[in-house]
């Protein structure tokens, strides 16, 4: 009689085994993924003016805004093609500087 329950539990984990090995931790959902880092915050390109840094924002393409320091307003800048770009900023005199990266 021992010989047949040693059996069946033999059986019993033959079976089961596999079946155990293949599930995931109870904290972990089907499917679920870890969080990943975040991506690393840049800061805005910058255009190197007459009056000092300039600070461009809005998109890549043109126009793009940009404010210049002592001006109480944004100016726009315009991608040339070749290398530099045109700031004109409202009663202010247009100034050429390289484009920013």
Same mark, same amino acid.
């Given at each position: 009689? !021992?010989?047949?329950w +040693?059996?069946? &539990?033999?059986?019993? /984990?033959?079976?089961?085994?596999? /079946?155990? &090995?293949? +599930?995931?931790p @109870? *904290? =972990? /959902?089907?499917?679920?993924?870890p969080? %990943? =880092?975040?991506?690393? !915050?840049? =800061? @805005? #390109? =910058?255009?190197?003016? %007459?009056r000092?840094?300039g600070?461009?924002?809005?998109?890549?393409?043109?126009?793009?805004?940009?404010?210049? #320091?002592?001006?109480?307003?944004? $100016?726009?800048?315009l991608?040339? $093609?070749n $290398? *530099?770009?045109?700031?004109? !900023? #409202? $009663?202010g005199? %247009?100034?050429?500087?390289p484009?920013?990266?």
């Amino acid at each position: 009689m !021992i010989r047949y329950w +040693l059996q069946a &539990a033999m059986l019993l /984990a033959t079976l089961t085994a596999p /079946a155990l &090995a293949q +599930l995931q931790p @109870p *904290t =972990a /959902a089907p499917g679920f993924q870890p969080p %990943s =880092a975040p991506p690393p !915050i840049l =800061a @805005p #390109p =910058a255009v190197t003016t %007459s009056r000092g840094g300039g600070l461009v924002t809005g998109g890549t393409g043109s126009p793009q805004s940009v404010m210049i #320091p002592g001006s109480p307003v944004p $100016g726009m800048m315009l991608n040339n $093609g070749n $290398g *530099t770009s045109t700031i004109m !900023i #409202p $009663g202010g005199a %247009s100034e050429t500087v390289p484009t920013p990266r």
